[in-house]
């Protein structure tokens, strides 16, 4: 298996995507009502996705022996109407970002997304650090640490427990068949878990169609996770006409009509399908994708995530030293 950087962009769905959410989303919302609050959903979903992006790209480049590298890259998704039917390429996301790999195996990268669907544009930049180690021809394993910085207006009242991600990825490969297993842990002022196993095919032809690589390989993944769920519950006819009469006697006091309940679920996030398609000459690489994913509600979760594909692409340019 060959160690690279080509770290691929965050593909963003629909909030653009919305990042996640993340990309960064709530996936496929109308133009209207994307905001950072979406944006955290999608996070919490499925931005693992992302990181597997990433750690694809790593494993499938060749870069030059005993060398590092230097990525920089430009990437682009279509947002999807709120039908799911229609591509709107009026609507749209970018991701620029640049990559550090050194021939170690440790690696950086930097990335900011923009996107039309929020505000501010430019909603989020993530850090990320990890190393990649390969053990033999068939088994590689990857562990990364990574920060996200929202850029939230100063009346903003969106809650974001989520800012860091810790997780470790094994990558096995036998010829042309791919599995990986992932777990990611989240946490900030809230801790969530991620484990995502995925199947995939890589095929590639060499010297083909004028380009020196092109190499294709769709995959399936499933995305399992922690949520902490809060449910309420509003109490029965009796009980609220005696709270509804004692706050209005007592002005000072607040108490409420329902009662909360908190509870930690786990359960299956999302299923996706990826079928991405690069195209490498000399130090270019031309990426293509198209992705579908079906989120799925933990029990007691309310969410507006929808059922979606999505098409996205990059250019990187790579320098060795």
């Given amino acids: 298996m060959k160690k690279a950087l ?50 694809d790209s790593l494993l499938k480049a060749e870069p030059e022996k005993d060398k590092s590298q230097m990525a920089v890259r430009i990437g682009y998704n279509s947002n999807i109407v709120a039908d799911n039917s229609t591509f709107n390429i009026s609507q749209f996301g970018l991701a620029p970002g640049i990559s550090y790999y050194h021939k170690s195996g440790a690696y950086a990268d930097f990335t900011t997304y923009w996107s039309k669907e929020y505000q501010p544009n430019f909603y989020l930049n993530i850090a990320s650090a990890g190393y990649l180690h390969t053990f033999n021809k068939w088994y590689s394993i990857l562990g990364e640490y990574s920060h996200y910085f929202y850029n939230q207006p100063n009346d903003s009242t969106v809650y974001i427990p989520y800012k860091n991600n810790i997780g470790i990825t094994n990558y096995f490969e036998f010829k042309s068949i791919v599995f990986r297993l992932d777990y990611y842990l989240y946490f900030g002022d809230k801790t969530a878990h991620r ?11 060499r010297k083909w169609l004028g380009f020196d690589r092109i190499s294709f390989y769709p995959n399936l993944n499933v995305l399992y996770g922690t949520e902490e769920i809060t449910e309420q519950e509003v109490y029965p006819l009796l009980k609220l006409l005696l709270i509804r009469a004692y706050n209005q006697n007592h002005p000072d006091a607040k108490l409420k009509y329902y009662s909360e309940t908190t509870h930690t679920a786990f359960g299956v996030m999302n299923y996706s399908l990826s079928a991405p398609i690069s195209f490498t000459k000399k130090d270019w690489t031309f990426l293509l994708s198209y992705n579908y994913n079906i989120p799925k509600s933990l029990q007691g979760e309310d969410t507006s995530l929808q059922n979606g594909g999505y098409v996205s692409f990059s250019i990187t340019r790579y320098f060795a030293f």
């Fill in 6 to 55: 080509t770290i691929s962009v965050f593909i963003l769905t629909a909030c653009f995507s919305s990042t996640q959410a993340q990309r960064a989303d709530s996936l496929f919302l109308k133009t209207d009502s994307a905001t950072l609050e979406s944006l955290t959903e999608y996070f919490t979903h499925e931005d693992s996705l992302a990181i597997f992006d990433l750690i």
């Fill in 195 to 205: 484990i995502m196993p995925s199947l995939g095919v890589n095929l590639t032809r």
